[in-house]
């Protein structure tokens, strides 16, 4: 006997924000329908029935948040029986990194408010939302072991230390400072300056830059850069 369906799929965007002084943060926006009216949640949708799922990503996303981002990667696939109180919903969750600073974010169409929370601090939010955040978190975390990140998410020229500092805050842990720098210098990826800022009380740091040839050829081989 054949199964009897009546599935529905949507996506959700978890969209992570990183900024040296604000840390790691999330987006967010505040539902203005039912259900859970007036909570805050991840953005997302129904997939509509002539779209793939990445354009229903996109499509969501910028409805709701007004953020448009060249590349999300796919994180996980959500299908609780009961996740969605209306109906049998089954999520395709994707996840992604910008700087929150290159956004003018405004909420459309299903979202009353959207707004960065940091991870840190994040509200009661709606349906399973707290598992697919802290599943995108978990994949973050684990990701960083293996492929160098940081090009899309520090200044064109920075200090190692906010380096240092992303990687500080996205592991949730210190690091060894000397011994990470070595694997990041044997790397190849950072091409040193002949400029120096002032930060605070201390000597003028050099300035580095990501080496984009170099860069992009390691994330596409899967270097392992364990830390």
Do not use: C
């Not at 405004?106 to 509200?123: C, F, L, M, Q, R």
């Amino acid at each position: 006997m054949g199964a009897i369906q009546n599935i529905k799929v949507s996506v959700d965007a978890v969209v992570f924000g990183y900024t040296p002084d604000e840390g790691l943060s999330v987006l967010l926006i505040k539902r203005k329908s039912t259900p859970f009216k007036n909570s805050w949640a991840l953005p997302g949708g129904l997939v509509k029935d002539n779209e793939n799922l990445e354009e229903a990503v996109q499509r969501e996303l910028k409805e709701e948040t007004n953020v448009s981002i060249n590349y999300l990667e796919q994180l996980y696939t959500f299908g609780d029986v009961a996740r969605d109180p209306r109906n049998r919903v089954v999520s395709v969750a994707y996840y992604g990194l910008v700087k929150p600073d290159a956004f003018e974010i405004n909420a459309s169409t299903d979202a009353s408010d959207v707004a960065w929370y940091n991870v840190k601090e994040i509200p009661d939010i709606a349906f399973d939302h707290h598992k697919i955040l802290n599943t995108a978190i978990n994949r973050l975390k684990g990701k960083i072991t293996y492929e160098p990140i940081g090009f899309e998410l520090l200044d064109k020229k920075f200090p190692f230390s906010d380096l240092e500092k992303l990687y500080t805050t996205l592991l949730g842990r210190e690091i060894d400072r000397r011994n990470f720098r070595k694997k990041i210098v044997r790397l190849n990826v950072l091409d040193e300056l002949d400029e120096k800022v002032s930060k605070g009380s201390g000597r003028p740091a050099n300035l580095f830059q990501f080496n984009q040839k170099r860069y992009f050829q390691l994330k596409k081989e899967g270097i392992v850069f364990e830390i």
